[in-house]
Nanobody, 124 residues
Framework: QVQLVESGGGLVQAGGSLRLSCAAS????????MGWFRQAPGKERRFVAG????????YYADSVKGRFTISRDIAKNTVYLQMNSLKPEDTAVYYC?????????????????WGQGTQVTVSS
């Protein structure tokens, strides 16, 4: 059974930092692009960041560029999202995603696997 399990969410004040983790199990994701999406209440799920299977390419939504960093540990089947300078508008449920293709496919929501989500709340 394939699972993506997120952790690291929580409540933080504006300007603070959080690090999300996504542990993948049930198969090897070394050939999968991995990424993060987020969904605020009443809004659509939106792409946040993606990383290629080889970790040599990353892509970010404009809203998080310069503040968030995505990385992955291929040996551990784990992807991370370091979030700095958090703002109240970053408040959302954050979902891990895996795609048997490119980051471009991920941005088009052609996702093969989703995690269950982790809540991030940024207070002002």
């Amino acid at each position: 059974q394939v699972q993506l399990v997120e952790s690291g969410g929580g409540l933080v004040q504006a300007g603070g930092s959080l690090r999300l983790s996504c542990a993948a199990s049930g198969r090897t994701f070394s050939s999968y692009a991995m990424g993060w999406f987020r969904q605020a209440p009443g809004k659509e799920r939106r792409f946040v960041a993606g990383i290629s299977w080889s970790a040599d390419s990353t892509y970010y939504a404009d809203s998080v560029k310069g503040r968030f960093t995505i990385s992955r540990d291929i040996a551990k089947n784990t992807v991370y999202l370091q979030m700095n300078s958090l703002k109240p508008e970053d408040t959302a449920v954050y979902y891990c995603a895996a795609v048997s293709g490119t980051i471009a496919a991920m941005i088009r929501l052609r996702v093969d696997y989703w995690g269950q989500g982790t809540q991030v709340t940024v207070s002002s």
